[in-house]
């Protein structure tokens, strides 16, 4: 199920530069890893699924290669618009700090559940098959499937 309503929530939009949006069925298959320079520097991985971002935060690089698992932890789903957004969120806001597209491009979704996302990511840094897998709560495992292994 898809909210922005905990997003939206969060932002004071009169202050922030980023979108408000709304629920979009777009179905573009786009993917975005943001670099967020925040309290703690992490980076916010995106998939545009169910006309939003679903969205983790992920707080050391994401695996280029296998054998690197790791933690994900999901937020809230971001609006579509989301995808392009890179900016200086002002002190004070939620999530204050410098906010970089690190990567971007396009994915497969190859397998769904509520346990698993198994996917192919064509960005300019991430490319292959990756999958992020549920393990407690809202913390999830990001990590690089080896071609080979499916
Ligand atoms: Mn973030």
Same mark, same amino acid.
């Given at each position: 199920?898809?909210?922005? %309503?905990?997003?939206?929530?969060?932002?004071? *939009?009169?202050?922030? /530069?980023? /979108?408000?949006?709304? +629920?979009? %069925?777009?179905?573009? @298959?786009? *993917?975005?890893? !943001?670099? !967020?320079?925040?309290? !703690?520097?992490?980076?916010? #991985?995106?998939?545009?699924?169910?006309?939003?971002? %679903?969205?983790?935060?992920? /707080?050391?690089?994401? /695996?280029?290669?296998?054998?690197?698992?790791?933690?994900?932890?999901?937020?809230?789903?971001? &609006?579509?618009?989301?995808? @392009?957004?890179?900016? $200086?969120? &002002?002190?004070?806001?939620?999530?204050?700090?410098?906010?970089?597209?690190?990567? =971007?491009? %396009? #994915?497969? $979704?190859?397998?769904?559940?509520?346990?698993?996302?198994? #996917? +192919?990511?064509?960005? =300019?840094?991430?490319?292959?098959?990756?999958?992020?897998?549920? #393990?407690?709560?809202?913390?999830?495992?990001? *990590?690089?499937? @080896?071609?080979?292994?499916?």
């Amino acid at each position: 199920m898809s909210s922005l %309503k905990i997003y939206q929530q969060k932002r004071k *939009f009169n202050q922030t /530069p980023e /979108p408000k949006g709304k +629920i979009k %069925k777009t179905n573009l @298959n786009r *993917f975005v890893v !943001h670099e !967020h320079w925040a309290t !703690h520097h992490h980076y916010d #991985f995106r998939l545009e699924l169910d006309g939003v971002l %679903k969205s983790w935060a992920i /707080p050391k690089e994401i /695996p280029q290669k296998t054998g690197i698992k790791r933690l994900a932890v999901q937020v809230e789903d971001h &609006p579509i618009e989301y995808i @392009n957004f890179e900016g $200086i969120i &002002p002190e004070g806001n939620y999530g204050a700090g410098k906010v970089k597209i690190w990567d =971007k491009g %396009k #994915f497969e $979704i190859l397998e769904r559940s509520q346990r698993a996302i198994k #996917f +192919i990511l064509s960005g =300019k840094k991430l490319k292959g098959r990756y999958i992020l897998y549920k #393990f407690k709560n809202k913390n999830w495992l990001i *990590f690089k499937e @080896n071609d080979s292994s499916w």
